[in-house]
């Protein structure tokens, strides 16, 4: 038996049936039909002009996100688990821990609409329709807040959106404009004369005891304003009556909630805040989570959630409070924000 390797020769054979010629001349294979291309032959340019035809509106998005795609990435596509945040992460970049999302890092729309048509969902990649894609697409622009609830996505819309980070790739021409300034790297002998000492660094007291053992002289940190402002004082719960059989309905409907907000014990904060002891709570006031710059000036304006603020905010988040982080649409049915309303009520004792 022959040693030659098994995954070279499956390369060689691959390289010889890959070649038209060699495959002609051998007998094998066939030209590719113009069918057989196209199906391939998916991807989109920048700029858009190669775009199927087709149409989607966030509305729409929205469904069929619901049905394809919030299993792995979320009702509003904030991710699950370990899947793909898609939402979210605006002004992270520079963080240490930055959330690389469509809105905060793809820096062109072409490659998102490219990604889902070609590749998803997961396991039945190329099995939504163009009007599909561009549904899907727009919801997730709409979940980024990079366009509004009426909005339609379609080959003459593509070039209306701008991606928030469009301006932050540059092309890497280091070979052409650094490369050639280099120096040889010296990596021996590399200084003539003598080494001289020139300064020396004097610590006064037992350098292994710690910085108040010896004459340093430190300077106390300016007080920022959060430091220097007396701690306010956490508002007792606020007793609430609720309606048992409604606040069970409210459980219900809350299943739509869940995906961001935590209640009960051991709630903690996730994608949005924790919900128990919202009645009469300051909006923006839950320590340790990072809310957007309007809810926080809604609190300091007095903003309270109450029947009215809450009831309004359910209904359409974007439109109560513009600006502000909540990606969902908002509950559509009066019924159902009163449930979710009887719901909160009951975390709130």
């Known amino acids: 038996m022959s040693k030659f390797p098994k995954f070279l020769m499956a390369t060689a054979i691959a390289t010889l049936t890959a070649a038209p010629a060699m495959a002609e001349k051998l007998g094998l294979g066939r030209a590719a039909t113009d069918a057989e291309v196209a199906a391939w032959d998916l991807d989109v340019f920048p700029d858009g002009s190669n775009l199927p035809e087709g149409s989607g509106d966030v509305l729409t998005g929205e469904t069929v996100f619901s049905?394809?795609?919030?299993?792995?990435?979320?009702?509003?596509?904030?991710?699950?688990?370990?899947?793909?945040?898609?939402?979210?992460?605006?002004?992270?970049?520079?963080?240490?821990?930055p959330l690389k999302t469509?809105?905060?890092?793809?820096?062109?729309?072409?490659?998102?609409?490219?990604?889902?048509?070609?590749?998803?969902?997961?396991?039945?990649?190329?099995?939504?329709?163009d009007d599909d894609v561009y549904a899907i697409v727009a919801y997730i622009l709409y979940s980024n807040y990079l366009v509004e609830e009426d909005f339609t996505l379609s080959?003459?819309?593509?070039?209306?959106?701008?991606?928030?980070?469009?301006?932050g790739f540059i092309i890497d021409d280091r070979p052409e404009t650094e490369y050639g300034t280099f120096t040889e790297r010296c990596m021996s002998d590399c200084k003539s004369g003598p080494v001289e000492i020139t300064r020396n660094v004097v610590f006064k007291g037992d350098p292994?005891?710690?910085?108040?053992?010896?004459?340093?002289?430190?300077?106390?940190?300016?007080?920022?304003?959060?430091?220097?402002?007396?701690?306010?004082?956490?508002?007792?719960?606020?007793?609430?009556?609720?309606?048992?059989?409604?606040?069970?309905?409210?459980?219900?409907?809350?299943?739509?909630?869940k995906a961001c907000h935590k209640v009960g014990e051991g709630a903690k904060?996730?994608?949005?805040?924790?919900?128990?002891?919202?009645?009469?709570?300051?909006?923006?006031?839950?320590?340790?989570?990072?809310?957007?710059?309007?809810?926080?000036?809604?609190?300091?304006?007095?903003?309270?959630?109450?029947?009215?603020?809450?009831?309004?905010?359910?209904?359409?988040?974007?439109?109560?409070?513009?600006?502000?982080?909540?990606?969902?649409?908002?509950?559509?049915?009066?019924?159902?924000?009163?449930?979710?309303?009887?719901?909160?009520?009951?975390?709130?004792?």
């Not at 593509?158 to 991606?163: A, K, L, R």
């Not at 220097?228 to 739509?256: H, Q, S, T």
Request: hydrophobic residues 40%; contains cysteine.
């Open 155 to 167: 080959k003459e819309t593509f070039t209306d959106v701008v991606m928030p980070n469009a301006d």
């Open 269 to 349: 904060n996730g994608v949005g805040p924790i919900l128990n002891g919202v009645w009469g709570r300051t909006a923006g006031t839950i320590e340790g989570f990072k809310y957007s710059k309007p809810m926080m000036a809604a609190g300091e304006g007095g903003l309270v959630w109450d029947t009215e603020s809450l009831s309004g905010y359910l209904a359409n988040p974007r439109n109560y409070l513009k600006g502000n982080k909540m990606t969902f649409a908002g509950l559509k049915k009066d019924a159902d924000i009163e449930a979710v309303l009887e719901f909160l009520k009951s975390h709130s004792q």
């Open 67 to 97: 049905e394809n795609c919030a299993s792995c990435h979320g009702e509003f596509a904030e991710g699950v688990d370990n899947w793909p945040k898609l939402a979210g992460g605006e002004d992270s970049l520079a963080d240490e821990d």
């Open 208 to 257: 292994n005891a710690g910085a108040d053992a010896g004459e340093v002289e430190t300077t106390a940190p300016a007080a920022t304003d959060e430091a220097a402002a007396p701690a306010a004082e956490e508002a007792a719960p606020m007793a609430v009556a609720f309606d048992a059989d409604l606040a069970a309905d409210g459980e219900r409907v809350f299943k739509k909630c």
């Open 102 to 129: 469509v809105g905060s890092y793809w820096p062109y729309l072409s490659t998102t609409f490219d990604y889902v048509r070609r590749s998803m969902p997961f396991g039945s990649a190329q099995t939504l329709s």
